[in-house]
Structure formats: C-alpha cells, structure tokens
C-alpha cells in the first residue's frame, strides 16, 4: 500500500516561475500585438498554468496512469463491454501520416486511400450484418441505436405510418435502448423476460400492434443467452408492420457464425471498440457504425462513402437522408483499427474469435456455477450473469463487496448490477483473447473470495490508493481537471 500522506503533500507541484523548457527571447522585430490583434482578443494576463519543471510533470501523468486497471494491465471481465486485447500494429496503422492527418474538409481527390479503407470497411460490416447499407458516422452504440430509431422514424413518416409511435424493449436490455427511444421521440414499452431469460413471446404478442415502430432486441442477449425464438420474433414484428432493431454489442458471439439479416433483423450497430478491438474505457473514443437493410437505405445519415470506377467520394446526394448525425464521417481512427482487425482475421478468423468467447466464457461458468448461482446459465453464449443473491442472504456479502475484493487480487471487477433481471448480478465477459492460465486464475480467486469472512469483503479494497469513492457523486460531479 502506498502512503496516502505523502501523495497528498507532493499534490501540488506548481512553484512560481519553475519551468520545463526555456525558450530564447524572439529576435525578429515585431510589431506589438497590440497592432496585430483586436484589443478584446488579447488577455490580461497569462492564463494560470502550473509552473512545473519536466520531470515532475511526466512523473505525475505516469503515477497517475498506474492508478487505473487496463487490459494492457490486467485481467477486465467486465461483461457487455468485450474488453479483449487491442493489438498494437493497430495504433501504428492508425497513427501513418496519410491516415491521421487528413483534414475532414480535404478534397476527396487527395485521401482516396482513406476513402478506399473506409469503403472497404462499409463493405465488410456490411457483410457480417447481412444487411447491405452501412453508415460508419455514429460515434458509439448508444448513438448507432438513435441514429437507426431516427431513420426508422423518417422511413415510417415516408410511408404516412404516422401512427407508429412506440418502440418495445426486452427488460433485459441496456439503459441505452429505452434512452435513445425517448430521444428519438418514441414511447418505450417494456417486453418482459420468461423463466428461461428469452423474450417472453405471450407478452410480445400483447403489446405488438399497428403503434409499433421498432422492437429491439440484442441477440445474444445481456444474460448471455441466444434467443433461439428469435425467427418467430422476427416473423410476428414483421406480421405487425414493425421492424426489427438488433442492439449488436454482442456480436462478439456470433461473427462468422450467424447474420443478424439472416434472423430478420432490419437495422443494428456495431460497437467498433468492444468486438473489433478499438481501445476503449474511460469514456472513449467509439465508433458505432449501423447497417440497414436497402428499403431504409436512402434514409441514412449522410454522406456515405461511395465508389464510381476507381475513384471514392463522399456521397452527399441522398434526399431522403435524416442529414448528419456528427461532424464529418465518423471516428475515423478507430473505424481503421476496426478494418485493420477484420482485414487481419479474414472471415475464418471472425469466427474462430466467436468459437473461442463462447468457449472460454463456458469454461468459466462451468468452473463457477457450483460455487455462485447462475440463476439462467446452463451454458452461455460469450459472457454469463452470475448472482451473489444467496452470500447476500445468508452472509450480508454483497455483488459489489465481491467486486472489489477481486481488484485485491489484479483482476478488474466484472460488470455487477445489471441486467436488472438478475439480483446482485456478477456479468462476466472473459473474450478470446485470454489463455487458460488467465481464466484459472481468475476462478480461483473467485472461489477463494467467495469463501473469505464478510468482513474483509465488505470493506475490500485493501491494496489500492482509492477504495469505496461515492460512485453516483463522482459521476455526476466529476473533478477532471486541474484548477488554480
Ligand atoms: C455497450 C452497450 C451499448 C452501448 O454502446 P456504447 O458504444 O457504449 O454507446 C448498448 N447495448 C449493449 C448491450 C451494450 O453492451
């Protein structure tokens, strides 16, 4: 344990006219800004900055980055987010010149190589989805689900379907869905769950009428489980005139294997960061793109990466299009990391990568169940949810006590409390990209842990500098940043 004393001491480092570099006076006569520049764009004064010399300055964004758990530091099975390895020839393909330091205003002419990767990368989703329209714009998930309610709403209006004004929503879903339905401007009802964590067909049935606009569903679900209804889902939707949103974070279970077309979805994202490797955590960057079926095609934000002959340009021409969803095209750079991940695995690979998720996450859950409840796991798909209801109940140890008790031990917490379906849900997501060795390690100290006195549990963390912050607080008043 480090000592908390002398970190706070050493907090503040600014010491009046300390400095990193010193840059020789100019030489070259000037005239005064004051000739140059309007009076109101000149400062007073110099902004208050904190005077530090180098070394001090690396030393407190080193330290302060070993405070937080990465996959490139430990073990992240946080379930729902796919923390798999990010490989690093990705960053180096990313950062080339060519790709990086292209101006979004630049004239097509001269970024047809980054054109030409995006095209490819439109094509690929594309075909992975079975759906062939792709926009790349969306910035993360949650804004791949507006974008796709959006563009269902513009295709409905299109029609004079004026009267479709909800969208139905499995309880099992995440926040974002009934989130980006209220945004959208629709009303969300919730679908609930049956005894074997599906969709609950009866009440489907109940709620699907001619207000429906758009039934979401993510298949594999948040349990991990595979709607094996999903045809007859798709098929009474369809019956109703609705349409079919596939919620696609989960896609890491099933590239290669089935398409979310296939099984009659209309629309879905990608997480771009969670299934092809963009570096994520922390809040970001993400790229979200969706993929359409061709009826909803025309509704799509604009531009779309589009090829005439040998030349690429962005296509703007689409007078049906619900306009720009964000600024320019997308997060361009990790839309390449993602190309670069499905160009180096080839379709053979997507689907290794499935087998081995779904793989290892049974691995664990069979090392597991005996010891913690596993109130829909049989088996599971790339991840399973977990319960500590009963430690709970018998020994007041809680899903968040077990949480953080693991951060004791290196590996960081999995998801907890969500889905909502689950009491004191433990989501653990473990990907393909950990070995054997990993994942026994990490059953073994959640077999241990499980066995430990409620006391060090629940007041665990023991190693770390942070221990229990008030979570809510620090989300709803971060402190980001230095002030004087
Ligand atoms: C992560 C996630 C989302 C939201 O995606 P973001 O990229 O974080 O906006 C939506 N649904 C599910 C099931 C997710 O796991």
């Known amino acids: 344990m480090s000592q ?23 030489d070259v006569p000037d005239r005064p800004l004051s000739e140059l520049l309007p009076a109101g764009a000149l400062a007073e004064k110099p902004p208050p900055l904190p ?51 292209v101006h979004p205003l630049q004239a097509d002419e001269s970024c ?36 796709s309610l959006l563009v269902a709403h513009a295709y409905f209006r299109h029609r004079g379907e004026h009267q479709r004004s909800r969208v139905l929503i499995p309880d099992s879903a995440h926040g974002t869905n009934p989130a980006s339905a209220a945004l959208a401007g629709f009303e969300a009802v919730s679908i609930k769950s049956n005894l074997r964590g599906l969709v609950d067909l009866d009440d489907l049935r109940a709620k699907l009428d001619e207000r429906t606009a758009v039934f979401m569903i993510t298949n594999p679900n948040t349990l991990g489980l595979f709607d094996d209804q999903i045809g007859t889902i798709t098929e009474l939707v369809h019956q109703h005139g609705g349409l079919v949103y596939l919620d696609g974070a989960n896609m890491n279970a099933i ?18 960061h969670k299934t092809f490797t963009g570096p994520h955590g922390a809040g970001g960057p993400g790229a979200g793109p969706i993929a359409v079926r061709d009826t909803l095609a025309p509704f799509l934000p604009t531009p779309i990466v589009a090829r005439q002959g040998e030349r690429y340009y962005l296509d703007f021409d689409q007078p049906l299009s619900i306009g720009r969803v964000r600024s320019f095209f997308g997060n361009v750079g990790i839309l390449i990391r993602g190309w670069c991940y499905i160009r180096t695995l080839g379709a053979d690979g997507l689907r290794r990568v499935s087998e081995n998720a779904v793989l290892n ?84 100290t959640l077999l241990r842990v499980r066995n430990e006195e409620a006391a060090v549990l629940q007041t665990a963390p023991h190693t770390l500098d942070i221990s229990r912050p008030d979570e809510v607080k620090a989300a709803k008043e971060p402190i980001l940043r230095w002030k004087p």
């Open 51 to 101: 005077e530090v010399a180098e070394i001090d300055l690396i030393r407190h964004f080193v330290n302060l980055s070993t405070r937080n758990m990465a996959v490139d530091t430990n073990f992240y099975p946080l379930g729902s987010c796919t923390m798999k390895y990010n490989p690093k020839r990705h960053e180096r393909i990313a950062a080339l010149s060519g790709l990086a330091d």
């Open 255 to 272: 590239l290669g294997i089935t398409r979310p077309g296939d099984f009659g979805a209309d629309m879905m994202h990608y997480n771009v």
């Open 112 to 147: 047809q190589g980054l054109l030409a990767i995006l095209f490819e990368l439109q094509t690929m989703l594309a075909e992975i989805a079975g759906l062939p329209a792709v926009s790349l714009q969306p910035a993360a998930g949650a804004q791949g689900e507006l974008t």
């Open 361 to 444: 996450a049974n691995y664990l859950l069979a090392r597991l169940k005996g010891a913690y409840e596993v109130p829909y796991g049989e088996r599971c798909m790339h991840e399973f949810v977990a319960s500590a209801r009963v430690l709970r109940r018998e020994r007041k140890v809680s899903a968040m006590d077990i949480a953080k008790r693991l951060l004791d031990f290196g590996f960081h917490a999995p998801t907890v409390y969500f889905p909502l379906v689950v009491p004191e849900a433990l989501m653990i997501e473990p990907t393909e990209t950990e070995s054997k060795e990993t994942l026994d390690a990490f059953a073994d």
């Open 4 to 26: 908390p004393q002398a970190t706070e001491l050493l907090f503040e480092l600014s010491r009046p006219g300390r400095r990193a570099h010193l840059v020789p006076a100019c």
